[in-house]
């Protein structure tokens, strides 16, 4: 008889919400996210220095409003969207040992970068709305988490500026909030924090920003990244083989390249040609 049921060997048993390995919890440990980790347990959302310099967080700044001109109609100057691949410094972002962490931590391995766009907003820019991020699932939502997001604050982060708001804890309600909550709003606090800063959230958790009363323009990088096994926001099939020659492996897996979903080779008669990657998206699905 077959104990496979019984005691599951380690590529089929799933890891558990906030379960880490001694290796993981040392990589935790060194980049000093513990706390960080802590945080978004308990209250949902949590914000962490993006550990760069006020240059390279400058050169961001610059990059995303030089970006955003090319965005057509309305938006333009207000957002860019599709930044991976537009311009060298989005990969420095995605691969930011702190923000892969932390992707780790929320989505499991081989997680997907689902979204990677920037907004611009100006004195009067107005309240978004109060929403979950995990607005293509159904509720209630699954223990583990399925989308996080993190907000790269290029600017200081300030009610009157116009900064992040969230729920604390209404993330343990795994569910999208109803039409009196979104316009009650009951416990929204202002995220504050200093510029080139992350800020950033279970996907279940109920937020919004405040409205911007100060003049200057906010700018953030509203970073996505979803479980493997979630449809992405955006597609970077244009970012080909050739574009991802000699650069991190961390970036062909964010792609969804990786992994053996979606695969387009018929000739294999099915997706079994690709054991080697099948075994990996099994294996990275259950962390
Ligand atoms: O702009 C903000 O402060 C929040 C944006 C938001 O809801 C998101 O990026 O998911
Ligand atoms: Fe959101």
Redesign the pocket.
């Known amino acids: 008889m077959s104990t496979a049921i019984e005691k599951p060997d380690e590529t089929l048993s799933t890891v558990q919400p906030f379960e880490f390995s001694k290796e993981f919890t040392k990589q935790l440990k060194d980049l000093d996210l513990l706390k960080t980790v802590a945080h978004i347990k308990e209250h949902g959302y949590a914000v962490m220095d993006a550990d760069v310099s006020e240059e390279f967080n400058n050169k961001l700044r610059e990059t995303c409003i030089k970006l955003a001109q090319e965005t057509e109609g309305g938006a333009k100057g207000y957002s860019a969207a599709i930044l991976l691949g537009r311009d060298p410094v989005f990969e420095e972002v995605v691969l930011n040992p702190r923000i892969q962490a932390m992707v780790e931590v929320m989505c499991g391995k081989g997680a997907l970068l689902s979204q990677l766009i920037a907004?611009i907003r100006p004195k009067g820019a107005p309240e978004?709305g109060l929403?979950a991020?995990q607005n293509w699932t159904p509720a209630p939502f699954p223990i583990h988490n399925q989308i996080f997001?993190l907000?790269w604050a290029c600017d200081e982060y300030t009610e009157e500026g116009g900064?992040?708001k969230v729920i604390p804890k209404s993330h343990l309600k795994r569910r999208h909030p109803l039409p009196e909550e979104i316009a009650a709003q009951k416990g929204a606090i202002p995220v504050e924090c200093p510029p080139g800063s992350l800020v950033m959230w279970d996907g279940s958790i109920w937020?919004?920003?405040y409205p911007r009363n100060i003049k200057g323009e906010r700018v953030?990088i509203?970073i996505?990244f979803s479980r493997l096994a979630l449809r992405t926001v955006e597609c970077y099939d244009h970012l080909d083989e050739k574009w991802l020659e000699g650069k991190p492996e961390e970036l062909a897996i964010m792609l969804g390249r990786d992994d053996f979903l979606g695969h387009k080779d018929f000739s294999k008669g099915g997706a079994g040609g690709e054991v080697e990657k099948l075994v990996k998206t099994f294996t990275r699905a259950r962390s």
Do not use: A, E, G, P
Request: hydrophobic letters at 15%; proline letters at 0%.
């Open positions: 907004s978004i929403h991020d997001t907000c900064c992040t937020h919004s920003n953030v509203h996505t």
